[in-house]
Nanobody, 122 residues
């Protein structure tokens, strides 16, 4: 089995900064895409940013220029640096990964973390 454990959430003031981290552990052969999603109350879960194993990134238009996703392939971690957050960034943030757990079967499966609350407020 695989576990994704997020950390770093909390309360941040508008214009401040916050860093989210996620560590994957368990029966991991390789990790393809890692990403951060978020879900605000009453809204659907949405992609915030993603990063491939080669380092190619993709961002939601709403966070471009403010958030930066990065990963450490050796440590199986992915981070989200949130700069200049806005109140509309308030949500539960979820770590996501596409992982191959069995080299022989070469089957990729999706995994989610439990989520970490980010509240942007003065």
């Amino acid at each position: 089995q695989v576990q994704l454990v997020e950390s770093g959430g909390g309360l941040v003031q508008p214009g401040g900064s916050l860093r989210l981290s996620c560590a994957a552990s368990g029966s991991i052969f390789s990790i393809n895409t890692m990403a951060w999603y978020r879900q605000a109350p009453g809204k659907q879960r949405e992609l915030v940013a993603s990063i491939t194993s080669a380092g190619r990134t993709n961002y939601a238009d709403s966070v471009k220029g403010r958030f930066t996703i990065s990963r450490d392939n050796a440590k199986n971690t992915v981070d989200l640096q949130m700069n200049s957050p806005k109140p509309e960034d308030t949500a539960v943030y979820y770590c996501y990964a596409i992982i191959t757990t069995d080299q022989r079967l070469n089957i990729q499966t999706q995994w989610w973390g439990q989520g970490t609350q980010v509240t942007v407020s003065s």
